[in-house]
C-alpha cells in the first residue's frame, strides 16, 4: 500500500499564533492532495483540495485566508492555519489517492489545540 | 458538497458476531467507500463500491448499495476484537476524489 505521513503529529499554540502542518507522501507522487478536519467524535469535512503547481481549491465555508495551503512539490502539501483561535482546534488530516486510485490514502493526522 | 449520513449507531457485539451498519445519502454519487477509523488515528480505506453495482465482497467484508434508496450497508462478519474502531461511509459524487463523509459508526467488539 501508500504511505501518507503528516508532521507535527500534535501542536499545542498560543492564540494569534499561525501553525504549518506538513503533508507527504512518502511512496508515491501525488498531484492532488486533500485537507479534511475532525471535530471530537464527528465526521470529516473536506476543507480543500491541493493542487500541486496551481492554487488549493477551498470548500464552501472555509476561509482560504485562513488555511493557507501550499503544494510544494508532487510529495509535499502543508496547510498554515494562520493567527490560530481556540476554535481551530481540532483534528487535521489529509488524504491523497494514487495515481488514478479512486481510493485515498489517508495521513495519521495532525492534533492541533489553540489555548 | 454532499453528505453521506449513517444511521447513528454505536454498536457493541461479541467477537465472533456480525456486525452491520448502514448509510445513506442524498445525492447522485459516482462511488461509495467505507473507511475504518482506530481511535485518534488516520483513516484506513475498506472497500469501494461504484454506483453501478449491488453488491461487493472483501474478505469479512460485504457491502451493499441500492442507488434507489441512496443508501449501502457495511457488513463484517464474525466479529474480532481488533475490528473495534469508528466505521465511516464517503460518497464521491463526480469520481474526483473529493470525499463527503458520513457521521460514522462506533462498533466495539468485546472478546
Known amino acids: 500500500g501508500a504511505v501518507v505521513s503528516q508532521h507535527p503529529s500534535r501542536v499545542i499554540c498560543k492564540s494569534g499564533t499561525s501553525v504549518k502542518i506538513e503533508c507527504r507522501s512518502l511512496d508515491f507522487q501525488a498531484t492532488t492532495m486533500f485537507w479534511y478536519r475532525q471535530f471530537p467524535k464527528q465526521s470529516l469535512m473536506l476543507m480543500a483540495t491541493s493542487n500541486e503547481g496551481s492554487k488549493a481549491t477551498y470548500e464552501q465555508g472555509v476561509e482560504k485566508d485562513k488555511f493557507l495551503i501550499n503544494h510544494a512539490s508532487l510529495t509535499l502539501s502543508t496547510l498554515t492555519v494562520t493567527s490560530a483561535h481556540p476554535e481551530d482546534s481540532s483534528f487535521y488530516i489529509c488524504?491523497?489517492?494514487?495515481?488514478?486510485?479512486?481510493?485515498?490514502?489517508f495521513g495519521p493526522g495532525t492534533r492541533l489545540l489553540v489555548l | 458538497s454532499q453528505q453521506g449520513e449513517e444511521d447513528p449507531q454505536a454498536l457493541s457485539i461479541q467477537e465472533g458476531e456480525n456486525a452491520t451498519m448502514n448509510c445513506s445519502y442524498k445525492t447522485s454519487i459516482n462511488n461509495l467507500q467505507w473507511y475504518r477509523q482506530n481511535s485518534g488515528r488516520g483513516l484506513v480505506h475498506l472497500i469501494l463500491?461504484?454506483?453501478?453495482?449491488r453488491e461487493k465482497h472483501s474478505g469479512r467484508l460485504r457491502v451493499t448499495l441500492d442507488t434507489s434508496k441512496k443508501s449501502s450497508s457495511l457488513l463484517i462478519t464474525a466479529s474480532r476484537a481488533a475490528d473495534t474502531a469508528s466505521y465511516f461511509c464517503a460518497t464521491d459524487a463526480s469520481g474526483n476524489n473529493r470525499l463527503a463523509f458520513g457521521k460514522g459508526n462506533q462498533v466495539v467488539v468485546i472478546p
Open positions: 463500491i461504484r454506483s453501478n453495482e
Open positions: 488524504s491523497a489517492p494514487k495515481g488514478k486510485q479512486e481510493t485515498q490514502y
